[in-house]
Each structure stands twice: as C-alpha cells, then as structure tokens.
C-alpha cells in the first residue's frame, strides 16, 4: 500500500496535481451551478414579462 501513495518516487509531484485538479474541478462545477441558476432566473424573469405582454 505504501508503494501506490509513493508513486514510484514521484509522489510529491502526483499527489499535489491530483489536489490541485479536484480544486479547480470543484471550483468549475459551483460556477457552472451558479451561472445556472442565474440563467433559470433571468429566464423566469423573461417569461413573467412576456405572459404580462400577451
């Protein structure tokens, strides 16, 4: 088991971009989420003031 987390010696350089791309994954994902939900509203918004126009 410890030869899978030393990664052949190279650990120090795996582990971290490991880290660093499930940050940036995580970070794309709430954006994503957020510009969704940003994008349903002003949708909603849009669709109330086009009913109210008919």
Do not use: C, H
């Amino acid at each position: 088991m410890s030869e899978f987390f030393d990664m052949g010696g190279y650990a120090a350089f795996v582990w971290p971009a490991y880290g660093l791309t499930a940050l940036i994954m995580v970070v794309v994902a709430i954006f994503s989420i957020r510009a969704a939900r940003s994008t349903n509203a002003a949708f909603e918004r849009l669709s109330a003031q086009a009913g109210k126009k008919e």
